[in-house]
């Protein structure tokens, strides 16, 4: 079992930035991708971004495809979302989830992927 849990959250204005950061632990992560997920209110969950283990694949929804990068440290086991020019549709309560599944199939597995942070919250402002 993987455990994830996210920081890094908060309160930004519109065109600001801010890095979410996932930290795993409890089992070893070879072939494991990480990514990022979020939810407003009121709306479904959405993938917004996803790395393999190597870090070499990388994959992003259209809406932060070239505002969000997403990142990782093998060695301390963390997974990062760079967030800049944040827009006020950003706002969301963003979610780490890992498996065994390759980046790029991230986001069509979303209903069956093992772990699952509880999320930090991020609001941009108007």
């Known amino acids: 079992q993987v455990q994830l849990v996210e920081s890094g959250g908060g309160l930004v204005q519109a065109g600001g930035s801010l890095r979410l950061s996932c930290a795993a632990s409890?089992?070893?992560?070879?072939?494991?991708?990480m990514g990022w997920f979020r939810q407003a209110p009121g709306k479904e969950r959405e993938f917004v971004a996803a790395?393999?283990?190597?870090?070499?694949?990388?994959d992003y929804v259209d809406s932060v495809k070239g505002r969000f990068t997403i990142s990782k440290d093998n060695a301390k086991n963390t997974v990062y979302l760079q967030m800049n020019s944040l827009k006020p549709e950003d706002t969301a309560v963003y979610y780490c989830?890992?498996?065994?599944?390759?980046?790029?199939?991230?986001?069509?597995?979303?209903?069956?992927?093992?772990?699952w942070g509880l999320g930090t919250q991020v609001t941009v402002s108007s």
């Open positions: 790395i393999s283990w190597t870090g070499g694949s990388t």
């Open positions: 989830a890992a498996d065994s599944v390759s980046a790029q199939v991230m986001g069509a597995l979303k209903p069956f992927l093992g772990s």
């Open positions: 409890g089992r070893t992560f070879s072939n494991y991708a």
